[in-house]
């Protein structure tokens, strides 16, 4: 640890003498970049291994060391800067739809489907209303709201329900990596969280066509304009599951076929088909999820070699991608919603609690598993912000606002997520049942 | 199944190796990709392609450079150019460069301005890749080695040719821009000199191809000892790119670092020094491989980082932290140069790819200058055999095969003088492109001359099909070492069909 510290301060310390260098507002296109990528990744790993040593998630200390460096704190990553890691995701989101579609085995999963469908179905539905409710209750709290007739705080309380109620795969991925963890919880909880990120991806189309067609007003355009969002939706998902199948197939060809340097082709395929995608409006995480799904389902490669192969890979890109996600968090935003946001977030935890012991109750989870099992569900990341950030673009009177106010509440869940959800997982004797990988190093 | 498990257990072995250079190309194209994402069909001379087609192309086209550069780096193509004796540059280097142009015209539109202007961060970390490497073979170790007298040969075969270059193509250069000595007492003359040097030092590293060709006709002494002198001819490349990077400063005009000239050379190996220690530090601290590839990957992004903030060469920088950390006891050093060197490959190829697309052939100059450079690169060459011949170890081969395996140009060359335009092109003239195509013809023209000599002469064959004797312990240095590719993991499950 004192090592940690020791080197975590030689790094800032060099960062900051090398911006020292050129005035503040000067800023270059090239070694920018390289710079703020190599001192995101040696200070988020050894901020890692400093909150591993008082046993939080090194997920939360990637966070940490990036909001601290980013732009709200101390500004040594520029905006500038996070903007161009935020290319990382794709890589980052890529490797971790891929492993778990390749961990995610329908045979074994068959028993606990019910237990999927039935604790995931109860905590969304209980959190989008819950949420959605307590939202439209403090319309008047919202200054956007105050002014807005019956129906539109309706579709507004609804369509902030839907994006708050998201939870985190790739957090959820990541914690379970880190901790080796191994067993009912884990799998269940994986299960959960990536269809809960696709019912989250179909509401939010539903509850936006709503809003078009409420803010829109003209009736014929807002149905015109439903109908072509049901259609992107439709595009979106069976168009990512299509692309997602024929990946699968690349993968399947070349591992059978050339087999040489795998990890460079499944790396290089995920970061172009990850970029390609999101500006082709398809889903890289559902797209890569099936091609992993692909393989470890239909196909006679074992998922969990190829997934053991990539890990190494998963350490830096993990360490970026949540530094580049702390590093995004804005301070100056979460400060003026910190009220609204604390609320939104206890009320969220509280309806997911509520739900999924519903439905843990209606699976027959045993109660050993339903102690822990709700702690997976806390936690939010891409999805979220995403969902949030299109709200911002999409909406640009109400929209802003409301995404800023989702983004503070986001923020906390951000943080606090991990920690309980690693907690959980330490508790609930599961985690370092299998070797840990390398993000847990 | 043990042969499928040992399969296996070979390719796990191999892991950190492949994944490394997995995670330099995602990497690489990664930091490259901004321009596509934020404007997918911005080429002005297009006839307005649609957004998509526009984005396809650009993957289309990335896609194709990232399986060719996989394929171009595959042991087969060594053991070609090997059996052949020809460089990288010439082999799989110049498809590089060639579909770096290709991607770079106008009705491709690939590699527009835009995705050239955001690949600067892709090529500082690989001249940062490319500057460990080449520091990483200044092992003093290994150095201790030598037979005496050795450094005679290191000095005579980088001076000379880069005395030779620096002052044919100054006069040349006087000639085709006259400006460069009307204006006495401007900064034309000092740009001049400056240029003059930038070309000496791709002048001095030589590709080391022909070390087991000697070794079959003067014994692995000598061959070891070539091997040698051409890594570190390479070193003194990155010395001089330095000294220019001191005594020419780029960034002057903006900084708010006003420092004497000869303080920037402290500055220079004080933070290569840092860097090497803190990469050091990093790489001994890991617990497992995958650690020391995120710790290596971080190092080598940072130091370039804080080389191109401080307008240094990266490539001198890393060298510097490369040195340092080849010269710090590590148990795990082998493990680290290879892995370096594992990557060096495919990485200079997408350099080259890059290279390709920022060159600008067009320009006469260039190609007037290509010819000077290679009659005072290998004239440089020769000469400084004869003197090492006369000044050096007596287990050297004769003076015209030690001239001529020491002529082929290194792939640092290009490097250098990548860097050297990137860091004063936004300062100082339209003209720097002149060298991209001097450093890339001439390295060409270079191949041509001494693959004919070499047939006329019938002395130096540079065929390793064949060779009788071994080589010597430790291989023939850092260019020549082909780490053997290991068997590819099974990824087939163990039993049963498709489930």
């Known amino acids: ?441 | 199944m043990p042969a499928a498990e040992n399969c296996l257990r070979r390719g796990r072995f191999r892991l950190p190796r492949a994944l490394v250079s997995g995670f330099v190309f995602a990497l690489l194209t990664l930091l490259s990709i901004p321009a596509f994402a934020d404007e997918p069909a911005s080429a002005p001379e297009l006839q307005a392609p649609s957004p998509k087609t526009g984005l396809l192309r650009v993957v289309i086209g990335l896609a194709v450079a990232l399986i060719l550069a996989i394929a171009a780096a595959h042991p087969l193509v060594r053991r070609i150019e090997r059996r052949l004796g020809l460089t990288v540059i010439v082999s799989s280097g110049m498809p590089f460069l060639l579909m770096g142009l290709v991607f770079r015209h106008p009705s491709v539109g690939i590699l527009t301005d835009d995705i050239l202007t955001d690949l600067r961060p892709a090529l500082e970390f690989g001249l940062g890749w490319l500057g460990f490497y080449v520091g990483m073979q200044f092992d003093v170790r290994e150095l201790d080695t030598l037979p005496e007298k050795t450094s005679n040969v290191v000095f005579a075969e980088s001076a000379i040719p880069f005395l030779a270059t620096a002052v044919l193509c100054a006069l040349l250069l006087i000639g085709i821009e006259p400006s460069f000595m009307s204006d006495i007492g401007s900064d034309s003359r000092w740009i001049a000199i400056r240029d003059a040097l930038a070309l000496g030092a791709c002048a001095a590293p030589a590709a080391p191809v022909a070390a087991v060709a000697i070794a079959r006709s003067a014994g692995s002494v000598a061959a070891s000892i070539v091997a040698r002198v051409t890594a570190l001819n390479d070193i003194a490349g990155v010395v001089v790119l330095g000294l220019i990077c001191a005594f020419f400063r780029p960034t002057d005009a903006y900084a708010a670092w006003k420092l004497p000239h000869i303080a920037w050379l402290f500055v220079m190996s004080g933070l290569g020094g840092v860097l090497g220690i803190l990469s050091y530090v990093l790489v001994r601290s890991s617990s497992s491989a995958a650690e020391e590839i995120a710790y290596l990957l971080g190092a080598i992004a940072i130091s370039a980082g804080m080389s191109g903030y401080l307008g240094i060469s990266p490539l001198v920088c890393c060298a510097i932290a490369g040195a340092l950390l080849t010269n710090l006891p590590h148990k795990r050093l082998k493990d680290l140069k290879e892995m370096i060197a594992q990557v060096e490959r495919p990485l200079y190829l997408i350099f080259l790819l890059i290279a390709g697309a920022s060159w600008d052939p067009t320009a006469w100059q260039g190609w007037v200058l290509a010819p000077i450079f290679v009659f005072a690169r290998v004239g440089g060459k020769i000469v400084g055999a004869h003197v090492a011949k006369f000044t050096g170890p007596p287990h050297l081969p004769d003076a015209g095969t030690l001239g001529l395996a020491l002529s082929p140009q290194s792939p640092i060359a290009i490097a250098t003088i990548v860097s050297y335009i990137t860091l004063y092109k936004p300062a100082s003239g339209s003209h720097l492109p002149w060298f991209m195509t001097a450093c890339i013809v001439g390295g060409l023209l270079t191949e041509i001359t001494v693959q004919a000599i070499v047939r006329l002469r019938g002395g130096l064959r540079l065929d390793t099909s064949r060779s009788s004797r071994p080589p010597p312990p430790g291989g023939f240095g850092t260019g020549v070492t082909i780490p053997a590719m290991p068997s590819p993991p099974n990824f087939e499950k163990d039993s049963g069909g498709p489930s």
């Open chain 1, 1 to 441: 640890m004192i090592r940690a510290a020791f080197l975590l301060a030689i790094v800032f310390m060099l960062v900051a003498a090398a911006r020292s260098f050129l005035p503040q507002e000067t800023s270059l296109i090239g070694s920018g970049a390289a710079l703020a990528f190599g001192f995101v990744l040696l200070a988020s790993l050894q901020a890692g291994t400093l909150f591993s040593g008082i046993r939080l998630p090194r997920l939360t200390g990637y966070l940490t060391c990036g909001f601290i460096a980013g732009p709200s704190v101390l500004n040594l990553v520029t905006h500038r800067m996070v903007g161009d890691l935020k290319l990382v995701n794709g890589v980052a989101i890529g490797l971790i739809a891929l492993s778990a579609g390749g961990e995610l085995n329908f045979r074994r999963l068959r028993g606990r489907l019910r237990s999927i469908l039935f604790t995931g179905g109860g905590a969304l539905l209980f959190a989008i209303i819950g949420v959605s409710s307590a939202i439209f209750a403090l319309a008047n709290y919202f200054v956007f709201m105050a002014d807005m007739p019956f129906g539109q705080r309706f579709v507004v309380a609804l369509t902030m329900g839907v994006v708050f109620s998201a939870l985190s795969p790739t957090v959820t991925l990541a914690l379970i990596s880190e901790t080796g963890a191994a067993g009912p919880i884990c799998e269940t909880a994986l299960g959960i969280v990536v269809v809960g990120d696709l019912v989250i991806v179909l509401a939010f189309a539903g509850v936006k066509a709503l809003a078009n067609a409420t803010f829109v007003g003209a009736d014929i355009a807002a149905a015109g304009q439903a109908h072509s969002e049901a259609a992107a939706v439709m595009t979106h998902i069976f168009g990512s599951i299509a692309v997602g199948l024929v990946l699968g197939l690349v993968f399947l060809l070349y591992l059978k076929k050339v087999n040489q340097r795998v990890a460079l082709f499944i790396v290089g395929v995920c970061f172009l088909s990850a970029e390609a995608g999101t500006r082709l409006h398809l889903d890289p995480l559902l797209m890569c999820l099936t091609a992993g799904l692909f393989l470890e389902n239909l196909t006679d490669i074992e998922g969990t070699k190829l997934v053991h192969e990539i890990e190494p890979a998963v350490m830096p890109v993990f360490a970026v991608f949540f530094s580049v996600a702390g590093a995004g968090l804005h301070w100056d935003v979460f400060r003026h919603y910190v009220g609204l946001a604390c609320v939104l977030a206890i009320v969220r935890a509280t309806v997911l609690y509520i739900g999924g012991s519903i439905g843990m109750a209606f699976a027959k989870i045993p109660p050993e598993q339903r102690k822990y099992l709700h702690f997976a569900f806390y936690s939010q990341s891409g999805v979220a912000i995403g969902l949030a950030t299109l709200l911002k673009e999409h909406f640009a009177g109400w929209g802003v606002i409301a995404g800023d106010c989702l983004l503070g509440g986001i923020m906390i869940n951000e943080m606090i997520g991990p920690v309980l959800f690693k907690n959980a997982l330490t508790r609930s004797g599961e985690a370092g049942k299998r070797a840990p990988t390398a993000a847990a190093h």
